[in-house]
């Protein structure tokens, strides 16, 4: 699942841009907490994968 949700992620960054991205981010990890569990292993493979610019805290 974080996988997937980075690849999404990544894919709104190279299509939308960084604020889309953020706004993405927002959507998975700020506002549903349903997906918390996976925001570890993503923002891994975020910063891995040189998106790190898209993890927001807020």
């Known amino acids: 699942m974080s ?4 690849r999404n992620i990544e894919t709104v960054f ?3 841009g ?3 991205a953020q706004a ?3 959507a998975w ?3 549903t ?3 918390t569990r996976y925001k570890a292993d993503a923002d891994a493979i975020l910063n891995t994968d040189g ?3 898209c993890i927001v805290t807020a």
């Open 3 to 6: 996988a997937y949700i980075t």
């Open 14 to 16: 190279d299509t939308q």
């Open 18 to 20: 960084q604020e889309a």
């Open 24 to 26: 993405r981010y927002r």
């Open 29 to 31: 990890f700020i506002s």
């Open 33 to 35: 907490p349903l997906y």
């Open 51 to 53: 998106y790190g610019t």
